[in-house]
């Protein structure tokens, strides 16, 4: 078709997963358009580069149209676990420098002799101790050596050392020790990239905050060179705008400011499938939702509460058992709050010692990706098993723009698993299907209660490519009373990119017992922090911004705190309605009053936002209207094979209904309704699924 509209009146964003890279772009009246290429891993901004121009030549859309760009992207979360990023050293406090190696001194799995703990960005010969000291109160009771910062920073430049972290002992209460390091570090080697915990992440204990200030340090070169890549790219295709990156708190920002903080891009992707998640829910009065985003590689699980997703700022990446908190290395910075399981389309399926069928971690990715693509891979997968059952079309895998082979998949579940198990191709096939979704529902139960949330009372989005075909399937173990499919749901996360506004958040240190809170302290420390907030924002271009406040608050005594949210009134009735908030708080997330101890403050909170875009976030149908019906074909459920309808989703409008068993594809996904199901189609193209 021949697009014909004003300059920079579309949105187009661009997420890149660990199989495929999707596209959506979205004008004025809702998606425009959609797209999906197998990702590519040696360089994935050729795969962002393919999708773009692919989809202009599909649609002639003219790139002066492009008005908005988001990208989000895994790479700074492969560069940690992969370990591709700088050679970088570490600068701490003298008697410190093994902080980041001893941890917490915590075994996360207690009768596990055995146990594994993730080797640290740097090694030991490359941490140094630098004479300096702060105090617990801020006092400067030794100034930093500048002399020795110096030879030092020329000498492991002298070595090939690129990247530099400071992270020294109570910097987060007094900055000053690691901006005269810093200074000194530039002065003798003013290539040298460095990052100061004070800056990074300031806040209490110290391993999280070096963990996270090296985590950052350590990706900024790698990141740095890629977003100029990507803006170079961009602007050769006719795209004028530069990208906008999506952060893991669900906002976005400038490549600038994501270049000085690439450790904020850690959940970059799947923060997109979070905000369209609120963002649908929103439109259609369903606030409250359990949002499933089910790829190539991954699964993700996130509650939206009140039409927001819970975020948090204790994250871990390359955790050695994904489900272990402690196994990893953690990233102390404001992430939306989402599990990950290693169970997505591409997870590999075999038999474990016991001889019992189990499903992923590990993933065939896009290369050598599933046995059926015919890339090389031959283990069989998630996705083989699907196809297998009958639920994907071997003839209409992405709308046919890639072949699949049903028959290299039965060869390869037949010969590695039905045949050493005594079992039927369709049964193991079923079991691989079946385990799949054991899985993402029982790792979906324990994320919500933990969180305080009932998963039986919350209705299953599901999205990403393989999202619609398990999601059923999930739903149903996890008692959740309902399933909710957007339109475009395997592209969900890019359409999602594109309602995150401008936003960064801000902490200052406040360690004090609330009743002991000096008189205009907090409202000093949040007015700084909107300053700040105004500044890098506008900057962005933000011309109106907003702040949330927040606290970390905890009964004194405990080990950890709860984020408390404020309103600005509460400083009428401070510090009072402060203690209020959060016995609230903390009453709501464990079901019973706190103890009869006093409360203390650790941090200040604040989260800066530009306005939110005005999207719409429909999807129209095809003019051409009947019923919908393609033709049928056989699949395969618990009572075996059944004739099963199949319905071209573009035909479905608002009041349709569809009775499982039954198909309905697009492009990017295929919906599985099981037998017993029931699918309506509302006035914005979701499908709302009910079972007996």
């Known amino acids: 078709m021949n697009e014909q509209g004003h300059a920079g009146d579309l949105s187009i964003a661009v997420d890149i997963g660990g199989t495929f890279t999707d596209l959506a772009v979205v004008g004025g009246a809702g998606i425009v358009a959609v797209g999906k290429v197998l990702t590519t891993p040696d360089d994935p901004a050729r795969a962002v580069q393919d999708v773009i121009v692919g989809m202009l030549e599909d649609t002639r859309i003219a790139p002066e149209r492009i008005g908005q760009f988001v990208h989000g992207t895994t790479l700074v979360t492969n560069a940690l676990i992969e370990r591709k990023g700088s050679r970088t050293a570490l600068l701490t406090t003298a008697g410190f420098r093994d902080a980041l190696e001893m941890r917490r001194e915590h ?205 948090t700022h204790d994250f871990e990446v390359d955790r050695i058992y994904r489900l272990k908190p402690g196994s990893g290395l953690p990233v102390n910075v404001p992430v939306i709050d989402m599990i990950e399981i290693g169970v997505g389309g591409g997870s590999i399926a075999r038999t474990n010692d016991l001889g019992l069928l189990t499903v992923g971690p590990d993933s065939a990715g896009a290369s050598p990706g599933p046995v059926c693509y015919g890339l090389g891979g031959t283990a069989p997968t998630v996705t083989d098993a699907d196809l297998v059952l009958g639920y994907l079309d071997p003839g209409y895998f992405l709308g046919g723009k890639m072949r699949v082979d049903v028959a290299s998949a039965r060869r390869a579940i037949h010969a590695q698993l039905a045949e050493p198990l005594g079992i039927p191709v369709e049964a193991a096939a079923l079991g691989i299907h079946t385990t799949a979704n054991e899985d993402m529902a029982n790792a979906a139960r324990v994320h919500a209660i933990e969180r305080g949330k009932d998963p039986t009372q919350l209705p299953l989005f599901v999205m990403g490519g393989a999202g619609p075909v398990h999601g059923v399937g999930v739903a149903t173990r996890l008692g959740a009373p309902s399933v909710v499919v957007p339109p475009t749901a395997g592209v969900l996360s ?118 939110k875009p005005q999207l719409t976030l429909r999807s129209p149908t095809r003019s051409d209207h009947t019923d919908g019906r393609k033709p049928s074909r056989q699949a395969y459920f618990v009572d075996g094979w059944v004739d099963t309808q199949v319905w071209d989703r573009y035909r479905l409008t608002g009041g349709d209904v569809v009775v499982g068993p039954a198909i309905i594809e697009e492009v990017e996904s295929t919906l599985v309704l099981p037998p017993g199901s029931r699918c309506e189609v509302g006035d914005d193209s979701s499908l709302l699924v009910t079972w007996q």
């Open 107 to 311: 075994r996360y799995e207690l009768y596990d002799l055995m146990v594994e703990l993730p080797v640290p960005l740097v090694p030991r010969h490359l941490r140094f101790d630098v004479p300096e000291r702060t105090l617990a109160d801020g006092t400067i009771a030794e100034n930093v050596d500048q002399d020795f910062v110096r030879r030092l920073a020329a000498e492991l430049a002298g070595h090939d050392i690129t990247s530099l972290a400071l992270c020294f002992l109570h910097s987060f209460t007094n900055p000053q020790n690691e901006q005269v390091a810093r200074a000194a570090v530039l002065e003798a080697v003013p290539h040298m990239r460095v990052s100061i915990s004070s800056e990074i992440s300031p806040d209490i204990r110290e391993f999280e905050r070096a963990s996270t200030t090296v985590a950052n340090v350590y990706v900024q070169d790698l990141a740095q060179r890629y977003l100029d890549d990507l803006a170079a790219r961009t602007a050769d295709m006719g795209i004028k705008q530069p990208p906008l990156i999506m952060l893991s708190n669900g906002g976005v920002a400038t490549i600038e400011t994501a270049g000085r903080h690439p450790v904020r891009m850690v959940e970059s992707g799947p923060a997109g499938g979070a905000l369209a998640a609120a963002a649908f829910g929103s439109q259609n009065d369903q606030g409250d939702l359990m949002a499933f985003d089910m790829g190539g590689t991954t699964a993700k699980l996130t509650v939206i509460d009140d039409g927001v997703p819970l975020v």
């Open 494 to 611: 890019a359409v999602g990119m594109l309602s995150a506004p401008l936003a960064f958040d801000f902490v200052r240190p406040a360690h004090t017992e609330v009743m002991a809170i000096p008189d205009g302290q907090a409202e000093a420390d949040f007015t700084a922090m909107e300053a700040e907030g105004d500044l890098l924002l506008r900057d962005s271009g933000a011309t109106s911004i907003t702040h949330e406040w927040f606290a970390d608050m905890r009964y004194v005594g405990q080990g950890y705190e709860v984020r408390v949210a404020l309103r600005h009134d509460d400083l009428a009735a401070w510090p009072t309605r402060l203690a209020r908030r959060f016995e609230q708080a903390y009453e709501d997330l464990y079901g019973r009053p706190g103890p009869a101890v006093p409360i203390e403050v650790l941090s200040w909170r604040v989260v800066s936002r530009g306005p």
